[in-house]
T-cell receptor, first 112, second 115 residues
């Protein structure tokens, strides 16, 4: 079935470091791809999305490119801040209803 | 900015009891979803709902679960007889468009604890 795999965390970085969180998805169909972020004690917020191959989603300095050839949607940020500390979830749309299939989440901790 | 709201934020119940989790989706959205996240695990799809009927449900969504849109604003998830393994964070989501075209907006979640 459809699935999403993320790199395991936690990821600990110093402020202003470069961030990459890897995400790969099963190649069934041509799904839309998403990154959601969950700050402590809060719900899931859409961070960015891409709906077709080679699309780049971007928001708040984060970017991810839909790579069909490698079935990947890696999240990157050039310079992380302490306020970026959160859990990041990669997800793909699935089926006609567009239900989301999530990866296991990656905890990011940014230290000053 | 419109947002999805959920009540209560935390529900504690005894095994075998019925619980109803409530959600108010964004007002012009037509597609509604429930997900759950057991502590330390991934977010899992439970059910999608459109036009007053279930459009898809997962294997988790067995006969103990039901959903309803009792009026024009609320969307509820009922668990008839809770089990210990139902303890999780339950998220409601809504979207304006169907399928993968629609961005899903999530509520803050209800933490259900079954004792």
């Amino acid at each position: 079935g459809d699935s999403v795999t993320q790199m395991e965390g936690p990821v600990t970085l110093s402020e202003e470091a470069f961030l990459t969180i890897n995400c790969t998805y099963t190649a069934t169909g041509y799904p839309s791809l998403f990154w959601y972020v969950q700050y402590p004690g809060e719900g899931l917020q859409l961070l960015l999305k891409a709906t077709k191959a080679d699309d780049k989603g971007s928001n708040k300095g984060f970017e991810a490119t839909y790579r069909k050839e490698t079935t990947s949607f890696h999240l990157e940020k050039g310079s992380v801040q302490v306020s970026d500390s959160a859990v990041y979830f990669c997800a793909r749309g699935s089926g006609n209803t567009g239900k989301l299939i999530f990866g296991q989440g990656t905890t990011l901790q940014v230290k000053p | 900015e419109p947002e999805v709201t959920q009540t209560p934020s935390h529900q504690v119940t005894q095994m075998g009891q019925e619980v109803i989790l409530r959600c108010v989706p964004i007002s012009n959205h037509l597609y509604f979803y429930w997900y759950r996240q057991i502590l330390g695990q991934k977010v899992e799809f439970l059910v999608s709902f459109y036009n007053n009927e279930i459009s898809e449900k997962s294997e988790i969504f067995d006969d103990q679960f039901s959903v309803e849109r009792p009026d024009g604003s609320n969307f509820t998830l009922k668990i008839r007889s809770t089990k210990l393994e139902d303890s999780a964070m339950y998220f409601c989501a809504s979207s304006a468009l169907p399928g993968s075209r629609g961005e899903q907006y999530f509520g803050p979640g209800t933490r259900l604890t079954v004792t």
